[in-house]
């Protein structure tokens, strides 16, 4: 696990990578996928450890071997499970607590017209912590914006080519932002990746089950004239 701009780098490569490995392998994909999941906060939260104990030494240079090597040690068990595939969903922590910018990194990682439940309920889970994120008014806290088209770009091909009646489950917390005035500049960047994306897959159907989601609450903040003022 690279560290800075080019571990963004490397995910993004991963990310290319096993969506031809889903074709090959599944079984192995899903244990990167899910050995992710687990990993990449432990070894984030390593990371920050190793730099708090090094600014209280006076230590200014960070060490990635020192950062692996404790990962390595420290997060054995877990590592094993990944790499022999026994880890599943189940052993995934809270995802809603995992940084939003590890849970874009993952949902890059899963293929397009996944049959797993387990892919199907990580986007589920995940959604609603994402929509707080996106554009969030505390720079720490929201995703860059190159994330965020990446994720929004990703979600509406994902949705697109999902089985209608999941996907409401899937675009009702963006629909349910429209009721916050200040957000719908973050749900017209939803729809519009959603347009674009119906441009390339031709999914007529599906895309009209989505604005038939969003479309109630679109009327609803239209009417409400003291929203608009």
């Known amino acids: 696990y690279p560290i800075g701009m080019s571990q963004r780098v490397s995910d993004y490569a991963v990310s290319a990578i096993l969506q031809h490995l889903w074709k090959e392998n599944s079984i192995n994909a899903n244990a990167i996928f899910h050995g992710y999941l687990l990993l990449k906060p432990k070894f984030d939260e390593i990371s920050d450890s190793i730099r708090e104990e090094s600014r209280k030494k006076h230590v200014y240079d960070f060490s990635r071997t020192a950062v692996i090597e404790r990962f390595k040690k ?8 990944a790499t022999s595939n026994q880890l599943t969903y189940n052993d995934i922590p809270d995802v809603t607590k995992i940084d939003p910018d590890t849970l874009v990194t993952a949902f890059l990682l899963v293929p ?38 990446k994720f929004l770009n990703k979600f509406a091909y994902f949705v697109l080519t999902s089985k209608k009646e999941e996907i409401e489950s899937y675009v009702r917390p963006f629909a349910d932002l429209i009721g916050d005035f200040r957000r719908t500049r973050d749900v017209a960047d939803v729809l519009e990746e959603f347009v674009i994306a119906e441009d390339s897959l031709n999914q007529y159907d599906e895309f009209w089950t989505v604005w038939q989601v969003f479309y109630p609450k679109i009327v609803e903040l239209c009417s409400n004239e003291h929203r608009l003022r």
Do not use: G, Q
């Open 74 to 81: 420290e997060c054995a068990d877990e590592i094993r499970k």
């Open 112 to 149: 397009l017209r996944t049959e797993d439940e387990s892919h199907k309920k990580f986007l589920r889970d995940i959604t609603p912590t994402l929509t707080k994120a996106l554009k969030n008014e505390d720079r720490e806290e929201r995703l860059d914006y190159t994330l965020e088209h």
